[in-house]
T-cell receptor, first 118, second 113 residues
Framework: GAVVSQHPSRVICKSGTSVKIECRSL??????MFWYRQFPKQSLMLMAT?????????EQGVEKDKFLINHASLTLSTLTVTSAHPEDSSFYIC??????????????FGDGTRLSIL | QQQVKQSPQSLIVQKGGISIINCAYE??????FPWYQQFPGKGPALLIA?????SEKKEGRFTISFNKSAKQFSLHIMDSQPGDSATYFC????????????FGRGTQLTVWP
């Protein structure tokens, strides 16, 4: 089945540090990738949608200068949390959807990145 | 505004029993309804999905029932096993939004041995 690899799985760093999270589709070309944030015992909150070669679309309330998204190729998207602070600590999850055309292509999720800012 | 409403929030079932999770939506433009299973510390994994032109879909012990007129769909897990203990999310998407998923709040299922 389709595999999405997310790296790193866990990051612990000091306040003020910028952190980059990578999301790769390993066996399919992902025209669209999504970035989510999930708090404990809560649902997934969509942060942004990125399409290869174009600027990401951010959800209302998500700071685009804080959460930089790059989708430079059909297999890689990155999320950079700039100048991270303790309130940015969370579980970040990416997903990827392959094939152009129908939206009913399933989204496949990475295993998430646990970000802890001290 | 929660576009997909999911219940119950938590569910405890005896091993071998049937687990039932319900979801409801308002937007009739939704035309794809997947269910995801998530274990602690992991990303969600696609379990099963249905389109509105089908009233039921079964894959192994998992069945989706879909009621288009009531705008409701549900997941049934037959012969529930302790290994099924996880959080389940229903979701919906529509063609105009590049596959963006609208998730329910999730149901934490615990299956007792």
């Amino acid at each position: 089945g389709a595999v999405v690899s997310q790296h790193p799985s866990r990051v612990i760093c000091k306040s003020g540090t910028s952190v980059k999270i990578e999301c790769r589709s390993l066996d399919f070309q992902a025209t669209t990738m999504f970035w989510y944030r999930q708090f404990p015992k809560q649902s997934l909150m969509l942060m942004a949608t990125s399409n290869e070669g174009s600027k990401a679309t951010y959800e209302q309330g998500v700071e685009k200068d804080k959460f930089l998204i790059n989708h430079a190729s059909l297999t890689l998207s990155t999320l950079t949390v700039t100048s991270a602070h303790p309130e940015d600590s969370s579980f970040y999850i990416c997903s990827a959807k392959g094939d152009r055309g129908t939206h009913r292509q399933p989204q496949h999720f990475g295993d998430g990145t646990r970000l802890s800012i001290l | 505004q929660q576009q997909v409403k999911q219940s119950p929030q938590s569910l405890i079932v005896q091993k071998g029993g049937i687990s039932i999770i319900n979801c409801a939506y308002e937007n009739t433009a939704f035309d794809y309804f997947p269910w995801y299973q998530q274990f602690p510390g992991k990303g969600p994994a696609l379990l099963i999905a249905i389109r509105p032109d089908v009233s039921e879909k079964k894959e192994g012990r998992f069945t989706i029932s879909f009621n288009k007129s009531a705008k409701q769909f549900s997941l049934h897990i037959m012969d529930s096993q302790p290994g099924d203990s996880a959080t389940y999310f229903c979701a919906a998407s529509r063609g105009s939004t590049l596959g963006r998923l609208y998730f329910g709040r999730g149901t934490q299922l615990t299956v007792w041995p």
